[in-house]
């Protein structure tokens, strides 16, 4: 079959800007479609952060029409992913662009201008391909920062024969932020008034980009069967549900894969010592130096480590609800995070109450993550909701077992210890409360102290697991060869 010509269109990319895991996904994805023989390239802003070492400008300046705001003009730099031969392309704009961070000011608080900053990146990213004369087959979006690129296909690209053979696909990492806005942003859209319903863009009377991408993407995928499932019900579907119940028929759930060159325990140069399912040696290596690292008396207790944006998804209201009876037990934990303020304090205060047993560092630090996932025995997830979830396929690569609120990718990726089998890649929970939260870390800290035997065959069960990103990469193909099947093309 004909390779297809892809382009993503992204509000982050790893190794340039990343908020979490979305990055991980748009730069690692892309790589395996390469290697399949596929052209793709991906669209991403050039915020102050991003390292432009590697990258070079080209053509003269590219004109995005923003209808009442009138064209804007900005730079376009050309690099490539680290490691491989796909094209990146940096849209550079000062206003819209120029801050370090992604999305929020130095308070946390998210620009003024998110709106527009967001529209701008979609039409930059219809513009290029027109300026590179690259005329994609599938227009891929992410989340809702780039959901606008489906609208404008069907509405101002329409009858552009540069779009001619193109269909679109949206992914979907999460429903909880939508890109919702005042609905003078009709006017930057340009699209036309006609499309501010309910049917397509309107929701509470705002423009809900989200929205306007779910209604006109061709196809719709998210990151995990059982949150395909879940996001169609009003518990997990952010008041969107009604509208991707009407979709459900072009709605698959893939999951994603770990990019197994960054994430291998046998060749991770970020951390203390090397292991694998065969000798795990290394791995008491890397938890001493952890327990080092963090402060953390060195003593042969259970380590129980947490990666995390700090926000409201991943459940730490209910991890501080139960921190008192979690430090009652013998254990240690230590957290690696940032997120909303009172997080900040909270945990920043009970590391100073109990310096022997919770050590905690608020920012965001790449290595740290890596040397946690080593030197951890177990990985704290108590997420509300999850579309995937990579910090446990990253805990089970590292032997470190995951502990999981069972929603979403949670769900689909670990299963739970069976007592009398000693099976299992992990420890699961039903039921987001302080109280089960307890009972779980409870049930694998007696699983270390009392059955050793069943947490080392744990262990080897999680690190000998497949996550390839060499499956789901062809699942997205067929998802493409289905979007362009029922375009016609
Ligand atoms: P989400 O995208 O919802 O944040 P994921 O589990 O999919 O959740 O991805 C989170 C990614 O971000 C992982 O690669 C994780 O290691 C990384 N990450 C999150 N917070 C930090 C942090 N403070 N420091 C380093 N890495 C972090
Ligand atoms: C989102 C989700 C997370 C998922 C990631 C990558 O940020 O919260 O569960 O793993 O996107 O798809």
């Known amino acids: 079959m004909k390779p297809l010509k892809i382009i993503f269109s992204a509000s982050e990319c790893h190794p340039f800007a990343k908020s979490g895991g979305l990055a ?11 290697a399949a023989g596929h052209d793709v ?5 050039r915020y102050a952060s991003v390292d432009t070492t590697d990258f070079k400008p080209i053509g003269g300046p590219l004109g995005v029409p923003m209808g009442i705001i009138g064209e804007q003009w900005c730079g376009v730099l ?5 490691g491989s031969e796909v094209p990146v392309y940096l849209i550079e704009h000062e206003v819209y662009f120029g801050w370090r961070d992604l999305y929020n000011d130095e ?9 527009n900053r967001f529209v701008f990146l979609s039409r930059a990213t219809m513009q290029l391909c027109k300026m590179l004369d690259f005329a994609p087959d599938i227009l891929h979006s992410h989340d809702w920062h780039t959901a606008a690129t489906a609208l404008f296909l069907n509405t101002i690209y329409a009858d552009d024969p540069h779009f001619k053979n193109c269909a679109s696909v949206l992914t979907l990492h999460n429903m909880q932020h939508q890109g919702r806005f005042y609905n003078g942003l009709m006017n930057v859209l340009d699209v036309g008034w006609e499309h501010f319903n309910f049917r397509e863009i309107e929701q509470f009377d705002q423009v809900n980009l989200l929205k306007a991408g779910i209604t006109h993407a061709t196809m719709l995928s998210t990151v995990s069967p059982t949150y395909a499932q879940e996001l169609m019900t009003p518990e997990f579907g952010c008041e969107l549900d009604s509208t991707l119940r009407t979709r459900a028929h072009d709605l698959v759930g893939i999951l994603n894969g770990v990019d197994t060159d960054e994430w291998n325990p046998a060749r991770d140069t970020l951390i203390a010592a090397h292991f694998s399912a065969k000798d795990l040696s290394g791995k008491a290596v890397c938890k001493k130096a952890l327990q080092k690292e963090m402060n953390l008396p060195v003593r042969d207790v259970p380590v129980i480590g947490i990666i995390s944006r700090l926000v409201n998804q991943k459940g730490f209201d209910v991890v501080a609800e139960a921190i008192g009876d979690l430090l009652q037990m013998d254990i240690q934990m230590v957290l690696l995070g940032s997120g909303e303020p009172w997080t900040h304090f909270f945990f920043g205060d009970i590391a100073a109450l109990y310096p022997q047993k919770f050590a905690c560092r608020i920012g965001y630090d790449h290595a740290l993550s890596h040397r946690i996932e080593a030197g951890s025995d177990f990985f704290l997830m108590s997420s509300r909701f999850e579309p995937c979830g990579l910090n446990q396929m990253y805990s089970q690569i590292y032997g470190t077992l995951p502990i999981v609120h069972g929603v979403g990718g949670l769900e689909d990726t670990v299963s ?19 109280h089960n939260l307890i009972n779980t870390v409870g049930w694998a800290v007696h699983t270390w102290y009392n059955h050793p035997e069943h947490l080392k065959k744990m262990r080897i069960q999680a690190m000998e ?21 029922r375009r016609g093309v």
Request: proline letters at 4%; zero cysteines.
């Open 465 to 485: 697991k497949e996550f390839t990103w060499t499956r789901s990469a062809e699942a997205y193909v067929e998802l493409y060869r289905t979007a362009l099947h």
């Open 107 to 115: 308070e946390g608080v998210g620009y003024m201008d998110n709106d």
């Open 78 to 82: 050309e690099g490539k992913l680290p």
């Open 24 to 34: 991980d996904v748009v730069g690692t994805l892309p790589r395996y479609l390469k």
């Open 416 to 434: 739970n210890y069976d007592e009398s089998r000693g099976t299992g890649d992990g420890f699961k929970f039903y039921g987001l409360t302080a």
């Open 41 to 45: 390239r991906i669209v991403m802003p």
